[in-house]
């Protein structure tokens, strides 16, 4: 059954009453000195009362504070995971020969710092291609290829305008509070088996930047596990999250198994559809449909059907769109997961009309 906490005004109430019980002429109006004690008493015992009641929180991981719970994820091995400065590579230009020092930094045009971590010389043609990384952690320093770099002091020789030449990938975030409570609540609720297949997944959320991993068995062969992950923001992982998991995963595995960690492949899925609307224009919805697509598209996971109702279903529930007509895709599309695919299928161009 369960314990209804009595709040101040009851815990007064009950104070008098039992007051009254023993001593039945006693003064026990709001301005007697009986009234005044209880109300100092009551309040004492209120504070009491929140406070087992938060100590009773503290008990269980998933109601209990921040640093609480990062306290209960320790005892069983499992730590924050740290963020990390994303790396890659950029193009430097200047006079033939002429020397780039490790720790040169360039910034883009909205301020993310970028340093080489090696040294390198201009060759031939003019061009020299250096490996950078951020000089902050975080998503921020995830960037494409061909995001412009200005040098901040450029050597002797080197000129001030550069180029990220690959993208540069591998930053990302401290681990968020809810997603080390879920990998704590995995942990308790699927305990180490000695290499199933929930400790495969276990295994690779603990590296750093890996927030979702689906297992494989026996997909290539009879020993086979295939690992196939997503960093924390659900996208493709890079070549050097894969590389890190690989390594964490070999460390981890049974002996006979043949393991493989690997990103699946995007499949892009175009959505196309004409709109009827009432009280709004086609630039108001557009972001708002765009945004609920990406959400349906970013809880798929690998080998998901993409169902063309529910995004009939999204783009109808916009309001001010009274009808909608898609014309792409034309019907439902089915990733494909078989012995040599794993596909993840992902939003495409949006046109709405």
């Not at 306290?71 to 230009?93: C, Q, V, W, Y």
């Not at 975080?138 to 061909?146: C, E, I, M, Q, R």
């Not at 690779?204 to 927030?211: M, Y």
């Not at 499949?267 to 224009?281: E, H, M, Q, R, Y």
Request: contains cysteine.
């Amino acid at each position: 059954m369960t314990f209804t906490t009595p709040d101040y005004d009851k815990i007064k109430s009950d104070i008098l009453r039992d007051i009254t019980n023993q001593e039945p002429d006693a003064a026990v109006g709001a301005d007697s000195d009986y009234a005044v004690r209880a109300s100092g008493e009551a309040a004492a015992i209120e504070g009491l009362y929140e406070h087992q009641q938060w100590l009773f929180k503290q008990i269980f991981p998933d109601s209990s504070d921040d640093d609480n719970l990062i306290r209960h994820a320790s005892e069983h091995g499992i730590n924050r995971k740290d963020p990390n400065a994303s790396s890659g590579f950029a193009t430097l230009t200047g006079s033939v020969g002429a020397p780039i020092a490790a720790g040169t930094e360039g910034k883009t045009i909205t301020g993310i710092a970028f340093v080489t971590t090696a040294s390198a010389d201009v060759a031939g043609d003019g061009a020299a291609v250096v490996a950078i990384t951020a000089s902050v952690t975080g998503s921020s320093g995830n960037l494409p290829a061909g995001t412009a770099l200005t040098l901040t002091s450029a050597p002797t020789g080197i000129n001030t305008a550069a180029v990220i030449s690959t993208a540069t990938t591998g930053g990302y975030e401290q681990e968020t509070l809810p997603s080390l409570l879920d990998r704590l609540l995995f942990e308790l609720q699927n305990p180490p088996m000695g290499g199933n297949k929930d400790d495969y997944k276990r295994w690779a959320r603990e590296v750093p930047g890996v927030g979702y991993a689906y297992i494989y068995t026996q997909r290539r062969n009879t020993r086979s596990v295939d690992i196939v992950i997503l960093d924390d923001n659900g996208a493709l992982p890079g070549s050097p999250l894969v590389d890190a998991c690989q390594a964490h995963i070999e460390l981890k595995r049974n002996v006979t198994a043949d393991c493989w960690v690997f990103g699946p492949t995007g499949v892009p899925v175009p959505v196309t559809a004409a709109l009827v609307l009432s009280g709004v224009t086609l630039a108001d919805v557009t972001p708002i449909i765009t945004a609920a697509l990406q959400a349906y598209f970013s809880s798929l996971k690998p080998g998901d059907t993409v169902i063309l109702k529910q995004i009939e279903k999204i783009i109808i529930s916009v309001t001010g769109v009274v009808d909608c007509t898609v014309s792409a895709p034309a019907a439902n599309v089915t990733a494909l997961v078989d012995s040599t695919h794993v596909q993840l299928l992902t939003l495409g161009a949006v046109t709405l009309s």
